[in-house]
């Protein structure tokens, strides 16, 4: 594909997870090389994990708390569009894996704040108002890759899959030779699958 051709790539994201905001950084970055329409999507790692009786109590807890900031972003969205989606998963991100801020109110508003919104637009945080939103943009994210995956996934053009996963996010040189590989494999008629287990922990410098 001519490196002059605007690509759509779709990402579906919950800003509460650090690998999803990691590969975040990293499309932005290749954004900055190559010309790409990126498109952000709402998925929630509460909705792909609901009805698992395998998981601890504490992670369940953990899980109800994580919806909050995707309902924020499904109400701005709602409201304005989701093409202000990008800027303020740029805003919650950046307060929840940089700034290590607690998924709570005052978060979400000086978020909201910071993008240009309201920060009124907190109150969906404890309302299921918009959870049909937010289960339909998950289910249509899930659904180009299959249930066996998590947060982010990459839809370039009509070819979707779950990452890439990395740390720390590839900058420069490094990110562009990731995404042509990523391409290499969208562009290759029945791939599927690369994967190794994690050997590190985020690392956001």
């Avoid at 700034?99 to 909201?112: D, H, I, N, V």
């Amino acid at each position: 594909m001519p490196h002059d051709e605007q690509i759509p790539v779709d990402f579906w994201f919950d800003p509460t997870c650090p690998w999803a905001w990691l590969t975040s950084r990293w499309i932005l970055e290749v954004a900055r090389h190559r010309p790409l329409d990126v498109r952000w999507h709402l998925m929630s790692l509460t909705v792909l994990n609901e009805g698992r009786t395998d998981l601890p109590e504490r992670w369940h807890r953990d899980l109800v708390l994580r919806m909050e900031p995707v309902r924020v972003c499904a109400a701005a969205a709602r409201k304005h569009g989701p093409e202000v989606l990008g800027r303020l998963y740029t805003e919650l991100g950046t307060r929840f894996h940089l700034g290590r801020a607690p998924k709570e109110r005052s978060t979400y508003e000086a978020a909201l704040a910071a993008a240009g919104l309201d920060p009124a637009l907190a109150d969906a945080a404890g309302s299921d108002v918009f959870d049909g939103a937010v289960r339909a943009s998950h289910d249509d994210g899930i659904g180009r890759v299959g249930t066996d995956v998590g947060t982010p996934v990459l839809a370039v053009g009509d070819v979707a899959f779950f990452g890439p996963v990395v740390t720390p996010t590839p900058r420069g040189e490094a990110a562009v030779r990731l995404w042509d590989g990523v391409l290499a494999v969208a562009g290759t008629d029945g791939f599927f699958e690369l994967k190794r287990t994690r050997t590190r922990d985020p690392i956001f410098t």
